[in-house]
């Protein structure tokens, strides 16, 4: 089976613009989270979407949304980016909600300037 | 906050060694898994160890739990250069729904 995939690898915004970051799970797989990764505050939970509705969902601003399309695949949206939004986002999936292990993919580096 | 802490930050060793990394954690939990991470990439799942396990084994790892002092500990044993990665360790809080807890992480090197 493919691994998950996450597109696209490395973007360069401006700040105030917006972003929009995309996650394929592994086949089969249902539920979608997303994990924003900095230095300082390491990795932490955005949301998770398990077919198609957002199951949870971090503390994070407004700004920061997502939705998970029938086929699985999920896209995560950041709009009016800050500086501090730079981080690697990372997509995980999950075979079933019963299931705790998650496989991840390799991230998006997102660089605001 | 839930989030974990890792001890220690940085670990250096040379291949053949030995590696202990230790987490606590603060909440009541189901279970702990460790990840592994090379280079600011994805993270890689090794091993998971329910709240009922004090002890599990898988390969040249080995994963202790003590939940009366929420604590556990990944021991990577005769550590080789390829395990040079940033560890985590990572659970899933009942409090907190799906979402995984990561620990800050520790880092380590192995050299040849």
């Known amino acids: 089976k493919a691994g998950v995939t996450q597109t696209p690898r490395y973007l360069i915004k401006t700040r105030g613009q917006q972003v929009t970051l995309s996650c394929s799970p592994i086949s089969g797989h249902r539920s979608v989270s997303w994990y924003q990764q900095t230095p300082g505050q390491g990795l932490q939970f955005l949301f998770e979407y398990f077919s198609e509705t957002q199951r949870n969902k971090g503390n994070f601003p407004g700004r920061f949304s997502g939705r998970q399309f029938s086929n699985s695949r999920s896209e995560m949206n950041v709009s009016t980016l800050e500086l501090g939004d730079s981080a690697l986002y990372l997509c995980?999936?999950?075979?079933?909600?019963?299931?705790?292990?998650?496989?991840f993919g390799p991230g998006t580096r997102l660089t605001v300037t | 906050s839930q989030q974990g802490e890792e001890d220690p930050q940085a670990l250096s060793i040379q291949e053949g060694e030995n590696a202990t990394m230790n987490c606590s954690y603060k909440?009541?939990?189901?279970?702990l898994q460790w990840y592994r991470q090379n280079s600011g990439r994805g993270l890689v799942h090794l091993i998971l160890?329910?709240?009922?396990?004090r002890e599990k084994h898988s390969g040249r790892l080995r994963v202790t739990l003590d939940t009366s002092k929420k604590s556990s500990s990944l021991l990577i044993t005769a550590s080789r250069a390829a395990d040079t990665a940033s560890y985590f360790c990572a659970y899933l809080a009942n409090q907190a729904g799906t979402a995984l807890i990561f620990g800050k992480g520790t880092t380590l090197s192995v050299s040849s």
């Open positions: 160890i329910r709240s009922n396990e």
């Open positions: 909440t009541s939990i189901n279970n």
């Open positions: 995980a999936s999950r075979g079933s909600l019963e299931s705790y292990e998650q496989y």
